[in-house]
């Protein structure tokens, strides 16, 4: 077992196979020399045989040289104009800072360039309309745009999504639970994600993992926040009116069906014993079904109730688990007569031949590969596992964000000013 867990994430994030390149290969450019990229695209990119990292360009020029240099990247560009403008890059991958998304990638789609983007989308649900209905993403042969949820991707989280989806034995979402932490001290007090004129925040960074969850687990957009607040460890800039944006966020969402769900984002987690100590928690998602009634027979009536949980969703490939506990009762005249507990516990590496999926992978592949071959999939127009993040989607995922900012009593994120 930990030979196993070795060998995936050395092969997945350190040293993937080598795949020979195809003539009509994919051509990425990369705007900002950013440190996601790395493992987001330019590892997995190695492993598939329909992607070249040829291009990057970042503000300083020499930052972007050195980037090149370490990572066998052949075209150093001056500028994000200046890669737009290549005619020999198809697409673009934007890590830029989150208040940069809207513009770039709607610079990227009027060069008619492809973009993998990351999340969150935009800055707001303004401007994701603004970009997701724009009418260059209408045309015929439009260039693919793709919010890269990566973790939507891999067999382990559709796994997941199943068991709790499961007509036969699952009963409706009742109450859904999302958290994502990341230790104190992970992030310097200067760091880029504290500043509210770029969009950041933890609600906008690790925090739109558990709120894609619980959008995914609870299968209808939440219609009303019941509860959210941030909570801000970072003081003003001296002579400055400047607010920091929230180090954590909590909020309790309401469905119209009655359903709930929970999110805990915290960017800045401290020990539960020793608060000065950085603390940790794993991605975890846990949900709780209603009672199923299984039907009746003999005076008996039979039903299960099922609570279902996920442990690291996030890099799956290292590690994770689904714990799925099914609690079968059984009445007569509506009096408990009997009652047993069915847990097991799964892992799903790669997809197995009988979920029919068009792709198969590997066990050590990272959940960035298995959203770059979706991305490869949708660009060169094949069916692949049928695993996607649509423009309607990233819109919703972004007027839940404004609702949660909105319940918190907080400034909605600033909306660019540029216009095409």
């Known amino acids: 077992m930990v030979f196993a ?32 990229a790395p493992i987001a695209l330019i590892t997995p990119a190695r492993a ?33 104009e200046d890669l737009l403008n290549d005619p020999t890059i198809d697409a673009v991958y934007i890590a830029l800072p989150n208040g940069l998304h ?11 360039k492809h973009v993998l983007l990351e999340k969150p989308s935009c800055s707001n649900a303004q401007e994701a309309k603004t970009l997701f209905n ?49 230790p104190k001290g992970m992030f310097s007090n200067d760091d880029i994600r504290w500043r509210y004129d770029l969009s950041g925040g933890a609600l906008m960074d690790f925090g739109t993992y558990p709120l894609s969850c619980l959008r995914q687990i609870l299968r209808e957009e939440p219609t009303e926040v019941l509860q959210a607040q941030g909570r801000f460890d970072l003081p003003s800039k001296p002579g400055t009116q400047d607010q920091p944006a929230e180090q954590a966020m909590t909020a309790t969402y309401k469905t119209e069906s009655g359903a709930t769900g929970h999110l805990v984002a915290d960017l800045a987690t401290s020990s539960s014993w020793i ?10 998602c846990k949900v709780e079904l209603e009672e199923k009634d299984l039907g009746s027979s003999d005076g008996e009536t039979r039903s299960v109730k099922r609570t279902a949980t996920m442990w690291n969703h996030l890099m799956p490939t290292v ?72 423009g309607q989607d990233s819109i919703k995922q972004m007027e839940a964000i404004d609702r949660t900012y909105e319940k918190a009593g907080m400034k909605l994120r600033p909306t660019s000013t540029f216009k095409l």
Not at 10 to 28: L, M, T, W
Not at 102 to 112: D, G, K, Q, S
């Open 102 to 112: 809207f513009e770039w990638a709607l610079r990227a789609i009027n060069a008619h």
């Open 319 to 390: 590690y994770h688990r689904i714990d799925v506990e099914d609690t079968h009762t059984i009445r007569r005249d509506g009096k408990v007569v009997k009652t047993w507990k069915e847990p097991q516990s799964l892992k799903a590496y790669s997809w197995s031949p009988e979920d029919g999926r068009r792709v198969t992978g590997e066990d050590w592949w990272t959940t960035y590969l298995y959203q770059l071959h979706e991305f490869v999939n949708k660009v060169k127009k094949r069916d692949g596992s049928g695993v996607w993040v649509d």
């Open 275 to 284: 608060k000065a100590l950085p603390g940790f928690g794993w991605p975890k």
């Open 48 to 80: 598939h045989s329909e992607v070249i990292i040829a291009a990057v360009a970042a503000r300083d020029r020499s930052r972007a040289e050195a980037y090149a240099k370490k990572h066998d990247i052949p075209i150093v560009h001056s500028s994000y």
């Open 134 to 182: 724009h009418p260059l993403l209408k045309a015929p042969n439009a260039p693919v745009l793709l919010e890269a949820f990566h973790y939507r991707f891999h067999p382990a989280w559709q796994t997941f999504l199943s068991l709790i989806h499961d007509n036969t034995m699952a009963g409706p979402v009742k109450d859904a639970f999302a958290q994502q932490y990341a």
């Open 5 to 36: 867990a070795l060998h995936r994430i050395y092969a997945g994030f350190f040293n993937p196979p080598q795949a020979p390149k195809r003539d009509d290969a994919i051509r990425f450019g990369l705007l900002g020399a950013s440190n996601i």
